[in-house]
């Protein structure tokens, strides 16, 4: 399965890829400050965590932030179906997948 569909909607802070490489390149992340970050949450990451953080990050890498909310976590929904979809990502990120997964992933949370 393809990670991004053509059918994502692109960042809708018009940076462009290069840009989001930049900014993540900027960022030397590590997975130890994601489970830092996590620890600080509550959370003990497992493989499970990981699948999700590193298609959060290489998700925006590749096409920024979605226009809505709630088509991401549709998208990330369907992606992760196999698995349990939106209730398996919500037993992973309680408090909330977009939010608290970007904020694991340290990528840019999204815009309220």
């Not at 976590?73 to 939010?99: A, C, H």
């Amino acid at each position: 399965m393809n990670i991004i569909t053509e059918s994502s909607k692109g960042d809708v802070s018009e940076k462009t890829s290069t840009d989001r490489f930049l900014e993540l390149a900027d960022q030397n992340w590590t997975r130890e400050k994601s489970r830092l970050l996590a620890k600080n949450e509550g959370i003990d990451l497992n493989d499970d965590h990981w699948e999700v953080i590193l298609y959060l990050r290489k998700r925006y890498l590749l096409v920024g932030l979605p226009a809505y909310m709630r088509e991401f976590q549709n998208e990330l929904g369907r992606y992760f179906l196999i698995k349990g979809g939106t209730s398996y990502l919500s037993n992973l990120f309680p408090d909330g997948l977009v939010t608290q997964g970007s904020r694991i992933a340290n990528i840019p949370e999204f815009p309220c």
